[in-house]
């Protein structure tokens, strides 16, 4: 039976063997894997299904991310697609990139028992908090409140999650982790992201129900810990919580397997927001700002932006019968959250190989939206590497290996 960390290596190796110069581009640095491993935003959940698709697909012969530099895009260029139809933005100076992006974020170690406070401008350890005994870190969410010094955990130990809070010194060098006064979630019940409101008296969490094909989205109060649950019978999942307008609005990222032949359904995927000062406990109450698929393009994942006014969403391009080198095949674009409209692409995504015309999907990988600050201006992004987008200039960060994604925040 192979471990999560055999197959850690033997993707690496086949890295190393196998894979060739596959690139992408952004205002910095991406890149491009298999398809069939791109819903990323259900993470931990997924992580070890994604990473033995990996390496199953090295196995077969499919070709598989490498990076290597390539010049950055112009604002001129402009990436086919609806959504990815917006100029790429001009990378600003780096000193004008980073004007203030968070001194430190908060990340689980797959390989240890630990959550590690890293430098923002490098990466670079700052303290680490042992996980409580049992922990899977795979398994473990992130977010931040908007003071930049708290952190709430969602920590499993099979059957059951529970919350932490975790409190961090002003410099980063040092950090308490605390268990949370509210009950952890039943057995069998997992959470598939968290998100504290900005004045940290709120916790959003989006759970996967027991038999995995019923989600329901709560929001806790940290303060009394009442709960308000919002649930559906449909089939499918939430994830990618964001708040916004002040705690009024909850974004959730929803992803169902769409209609079933001769169902008569639609498909409800995409970003949908909650008013949470509206009754009621209809998941689906709210309104769908951006659906999953706009014409040919898909979008991965998406969250508000704290104003509410804008969403960041990590979108792959499906349009083309043929991806040749160049071909931009992917991005982090900010849509408008009234119109769905494209604003600017942040990040832009390059093919280095001419693909296979019967699989050019293969060769069209996404981006995971790992974290956004408080401003909507720095992102934690995870493609083939883990990095900061800053207004459009990607910054490469330490972080896990290309196809295991990384629960970060800050």
């Known amino acids: 039976m192979l471990t999560d960390h055999d197959l850690q290596n033997e993707l690496a190796a086949a890295f190393r063997e196998q894979a060739g110069p596959v690139t992408a581009t952004a205002v910095g640095t991406a890149g491009i894997f298999r398809r069939a491993v791109r819903r990323r935003q259900h993470r931990r959940v997924a992580a070890r299904a994604a990473a033995v698709t990996a390496v199953i697909a090295v196995a077969a012969g499919v070709s598989v991310a490498s990076r290597t530099a390539r010049p950055a895009l112009s604002p001129s260029d402009k990436p086919p697609g609806l959504l990815l139809e917006a100029a790429v933005t001009a990378a600003p100076p780096a000193r004008a990139a980073v004007s203030g992006m968070p001194p430190y974020y908060v990340t689980t170690n797959h390989g240890r028992p630990v959550a590690e406070v890293r430098d923002s401008a490098t990466g670079r350890t700052l303290s680490t908090v042992r996980l409580p005994q049992g922990i899977d870190p795979k398994m473990s969410e992130i977010t931040a409140a908007g003071n930049d010094r708290t952190f709430v955990l969602a920590?499993?130990?099979?059957?059951?999650?529970?919350?932490?809070?975790?409190?961090?010194?002003?410099?980063?060098?040092?950090?308490?982790?605390?268990?949370?006064?509210?009950?952890?979630?039943?057995?069998?019940?997992?959470?598939?992201?968290?998100?504290?409101?900005?004045?940290?008296?709120?916790?959003?969490?989006?759970?996967?129900?027991?038999?995995?094909?019923?989600?329901?989205?709560?929001?806790?109060?940290?303060?009394?810990?009442?709960?308000?649950?919002?649930?559906?019978?449909?089939?499918?999942?939430?994830?990618?919580?964001?708040?916004?307008?002040?705690?009024?609005?909850?974004?959730?990222?929803?992803?169902?397997?769409?209609?079933?032949?001769?169902?008569?359904?639609?498909?409800?995927?995409?970003?949908?927001?909650?008013?949470t000062t509206a009754p009621g406990s209809n998941l689906m109450s709210g309104r769908r700002i951006i659906p999953e698929i706009t014409g040919v393009d898909d979008v991965q994942s998406a969250v508000l932006n704290p104003d509410g006014r804008t969403v960041i969403?990590?979108?792959?391009?499906?349009?083309?019968?043929?991806?040749?080198?160049?071909?931009?095949?992917?991005?982090?674009?900010?849509?408008?959250?009234?119109?769905?409209?494209?604003?600017?692409?942040?990040?832009?995504?390059?093919?280095?190989?001419?693909a296979d015309p019967g699989h050019p999907g293969w060769y069209i990988g996404a981006c995971d939206l790992t974290a956004t600050d408080a401003t909507g201006s720095h992102l934690l992004v995870s493609c083939d590497s883990f990095g900061r987008l800053d207004r459009g200039r990607f910054t490469a960060l330490p972080g896990a290996a290309p196809q295991m994604a990384i629960a970060a925040a800050w």
């Open 155 to 275: 920590l499993s130990r099979f059957p059951q999650t529970r919350f932490y809070l975790m409190r961090v010194a002003a410099d980063g060098r040092s950090a308490r982790l605390t268990p949370l006064s509210i009950p952890p979630l039943p057995a069998g019940e997992f959470a598939n992201n968290i998100a504290v409101s900005a004045d940290g008296s709120m916790l959003a969490v989006a759970i996967q129900l027991s038999g995995g094909r019923h989600g329901a989205v709560e929001a806790v109060s940290l303060a009394t810990g009442a709960v308000r649950t919002w649930t559906t019978a449909r089939t499918g999942m939430p994830s990618a919580l964001s708040w916004a307008d002040g705690g009024r609005e909850l974004g959730f990222f929803w992803l169902d397997d769409g209609p079933a032949d001769g169902s008569g359904l639609t498909t409800a995927s995409g970003l949908w927001v909650l008013d």
């Open 313 to 354: 969403a990590s979108v792959t391009y499906d349009g083309t019968e043929h991806v040749g080198r160049g071909t931009v095949v992917g991005g982090i674009a900010e849509l408008s959250a009234q119109t769905g409209r494209p604003l600017r692409t942040l990040l832009a995504v390059r093919a280095a190989y001419s």
